[in-house]
C-alpha cells in the first residue's frame, strides 16, 4: 500500500488547510503581529478620491503648464476640497496625509506657496478664457445665459487695499470687508470672478463682470441674470456705459432690451397702454416704470 488516508481535511476552513500545507511544506509561520511591524500610517482615500476627480476634470491642464506652482496650487485646491481652512493652514496638514508626497509638495515653505499664490493669480485671465469657452460658449451653453452675484466676507487688520466698510451680508457691522462677484453658467458651474472694494455696489459689480464678457471672453449674445440688487444696473447711464450709444439696436444687452422683448403680444388687453420696455424717462432703479404706470409686462 503506497498511499493511506489519515484525516479529511475537506471540512476545514480554506486558512486552515493552507496552514497545514505550509506547515507540511516546511514554511516556518509567524504571526503578522511579529513579521510585521507599522511605523507609520497616513490617510490616503479621500485624498485619493479628490485628485482623481480634479483630474478627470481637466484641473491641472487648466491651471497651466506642468511646474513647482501648478502642482502647489493644485495641492491647495484639493486641500481646500477636502479639508477647508485657510490658505497656509495645508503646509501643517499634508504631512498628515499622502498629498504631500504624492504632488511633491510635502517640504514646501510659506514662502512657497506664497509664490504659487502670485502665479495663480497672473494666470486668472487664461484660466477664466478657457472656463468661458468651456461653460459659456454656444456650444456648451445653447441657451447664451450667465448667473451672477455679489457677496462679501469680512476681515480683520488694516493693510488690506480692498477692505471698506460696506453694506454687511454677515452682519459685522463697522467692519471692513471685501466683496466679491461670481459669473457661473446656468448649473453653477464657475466661469469668472472678481474681487472688489467693500464698498462697491451690486450695480457697479454687474458692469464690471458684462465688461469682462464682453471684452475679454469675446461673447456678444448673452442674457446675464441676477437678483433685484443687481437689477438695479439697468439705467440709461449704466446700459450707455456697458453698450455704446452707436450700438445696433439689435445687439443683446444685459437686463431689459429691445432685442429681449421684439414686440408687444398680440393678445395684450386693449385697455393696457404697450410700454414695454420702459421708456428712458421713467426708468428707475427702485420700481420698473410697468408698475407704476399700469401697463402690463410681456408674459
Known amino acids: 500500500m503506497r498511499h493511506e488516508t489519515l484525516a479529511n481535511l475537506s471540512g476545514l476552513p480554506e486558512q486552515v488547510v493552507d496552514s497545514i500545507e505550509a506547515a507540511l511544506k516546511g514554511t516556518a509561520l509567524v504571526p503578522a503581529a511579529q513579521a510585521v511591524t507599522i511605523t507609520r500610517s ?43 481652512a485657510s490658505k497656509l493652514s ?19 515653505s510659506t514662502d512657497d506657496v506664497y509664490a504659487a499664490m502670485d502665479w495663480l493669480e497672473g494666470r486668472q485671465d487664461a484660466i477664466e478664457a478657457k472656463l468661458a469657452r468651456r461653460h459659456l460658449a454656444q456650444e456648451a451653453n445653447p441657451s447664451r445665459m450667465a448667473l451672477f452675484d455679489l457677496s462679501s466676507s469680512w476681515l480683520e487688520g488694516r493693510c488690506c487695499p480692498l477692505g471698506a466698510r460696506g453694506y454687511s451680508r454677515d452682519g459685522k457691522k463697522g467692519k471692513l470687508q471685501i466683496e466679491y462677484g461670481l459669473l457661473t453658467d446656468p448649473e453653477g458651474r464657475p466661469a469668472a ?31 446675464m441674470a441676477g437678483d433685484p440688487g443687481t437689477a438695479r444696473c439697468n439705467s440709461a447711464s449704466s446700459m450707455s456705459r456697458i453698450w455704446p450709444r452707436s450700438a445696433p439696436r ?47 409686462a410681456p408674459t
Do not use: Y
Not at 60 to 70: E, I, N, S
Not at 90 to 108: E, H, I, N, Q
Not at 270 to 287: G, K, Q
Open 42 to 84: 497616513l490617510p490616503h482615500g479621500h485624498i485619493a478620491a479628490v485628485h482623481a476627480m480634479a483630474i478627470r476634470l481637466g484641473l491641472p491642464t487648466l491651471l497651466g503648464p506642468a511646474c513647482p506652482q501648478r502642482d502647489l496650487s493644485l495641492a491647495l485646491v484639493v486641500s481646500r476640497v477636502v479639508s477647508p
Open 90 to 108: 495645508p503646509l501643517a496638514w499634508w504631512s498628515d496625509v499622502t498629498l504631500g508626497t504624492d504632488l511633491g509638495v510635502a517640504d514646501a
Open 193 to 223: 470672478v472678481r474681487v472688489l472694494p467693500g464698498d462697491t455696489g451690486d450695480p457697479a459689480a454687474f458692469t464690471e463682470i458684462v465688461q469682462v464678457v464682453r471684452k475679454k471672453f469675446g461673447l456678444r449674445k448673452m442674457v
Open 250 to 296: 439689435t445687439s443683446p444687452a444685459s437686463g431689459w432690451s429691445p432685442a429681449a422683448t421684439p414686440s408687444w403680444p398680440k393678445n395684450a388687453p386693449a385697455s393696457v397702454r404697450p410700454c414695454w420696455p420702459p421708456p428712458r424717462s421713467c426708468w428707475t432703479p427702485s420700481s420698473p416704470a410697468w408698475r407704476q404706470g399700469g401697463c402690463a
